[in-house]
């Protein structure tokens, strides 16, 4: 089992469309990445997480520590929303951090 | 624009070779991270450097090296390449030691292929 986990793996939404892409991770992983990667393959950092909630924009990013579970949530998307979002986690004082697979999403217009 | 950059963008090598990539951090960043992405294994963190000295190991061959330079860049050695390095090749830097107290900034990336 890896120990970063993404659904969907593949997401298409209309634009205007609330988007959710949720990132289970495993016992130990203590500080969360959201990343997007762009089709030209740039990858900008969304958001770094270790409690709570916090919000960009149309972007929001919560993670459950309990549970062991973040989503990235995406208000009235946009085509240029377009791209591979990744979670990756890494240990407190480690930083082999761990990625998921990524979800790839496509907004439609 | 993240502040980071990489060189090469593209590099087109044989299966032998050894090349050479090269990371200019953010200014005032002491940290930079290496990551290797490819088709069939995604993202996988390579290693760190802290203010010249090696932090965190990951995935990195024997046949890769990296080392971070008194000006802060840093170069990733790869050699004896093989087929299965093709990838795009990240830096990243941060101003803190640890990826949970701290933003990444990533660089464009360098895609090598090795033919």
């Known amino acids: 089992k890896n120990e970063v986990e993404q659904s969907p793996q593949n997401l298409t939404a209309q634009e205007g469309e609330f988007i959710t892409i949720n990132c289970s991770y495993s016992?130990?992983?203590?500080?969360l990445h959201w990343l997007q990667q762009h089709p030209g393959g740039g990858i900008v950092s969304l958001f770094m997480?270790?409690?709570g909630k916090k919000k960009h924009g149309r972007l929001i990013a919560t993670i459950n520590i309990q549970e062991k579970h973040s989503s990235l949530h995406i208000t009235a998307s946009h085509p240029r929303d377009s791209a591979v979002y990744i979670c990756?986690?890494?240990?407190?004082?480690?930083?082999?951090?761990?990625f998921g697979a990524g979800t790839r999403l496509t907004v439609k217009p | 624009d993240s502040g980071v950059t990489q060189t090469p963008k593209h590099l087109i090598t044989a299966t032998g070779q050894r090349v050479t990539l090269r990371c200019s951090p953010r200014?005032?960043?002491?940290?930079v991270y290496w990551y290797q992405q490819s088709l069939d294994q995604g993202l996988q963190f390579l290693i760190q450097?802290?203010?010249?000295?090696?932090?965190a190991k990951g995935n990195i061959l024997e046949r890769f090296s990296a080392q971070q330079f008194p000006d802060l860049h840093s170069e990733l050695n790869l050699s004896s390449l093989e087929l299965g390095d093709s990838a795009l090749y990240f830096c990243?830097?941060?101003?803190?030691?640890?990826?949970?107290?701290?933003?990444?900034?990533f660089g464009e990336g360098s895609r090598l292929t090795v033919l």
């Open positions: 990243a830097s941060s101003p803190t030691g640890w990826i949970g107290t701290g933003e990444l900034f």
């Open positions: 016992v130990g992983i203590s500080a």
């Open positions: 997480l270790s409690s």
């Open positions: 990756a986690g890494g240990r407190y004082n480690n930083n082999d951090m761990r």
């Open positions: 200014s005032g960043d002491l940290s």
């Open positions: 450097y802290y203010n010249g000295e090696e932090r």
